[in-house]
């Protein structure tokens, strides 16, 4: 009786692993993605700042300029 209460515990305890596993695998591609999301969000950003500042730099004056 105790061998197969240990052989279920050793199971249910490797597919707890398995599930542990999979799911830092997924966690991991997901983190990935969210990177790189927000890689192209600061370059969005940067882009728009730089064009706002391209549009307005002949009308700038220094206090637009210091918000910026």
Do not use: Y
Request: aromatic fraction near 6%; avoid cysteine.
């Amino acid at each position: 009786m105790n061998e197969s209460k240990s052989a279920s515990v050793l199971n249910s305890l490797d597919k707890l692993k398995q599930s542990f596993e999979v799911a830092a695998f997924f966690q991991s591609k997901v983190l990935v993605h969210d990177l790189g999301m927000v890689k192209d969000n600061h370059k969005l950003i940067h882009n728009h700042i730089v064009n706002n500042f391209q549009r307005t730099r002949k009308t700038a004056t220094p206090i637009g300029i210091a918000a910026l």
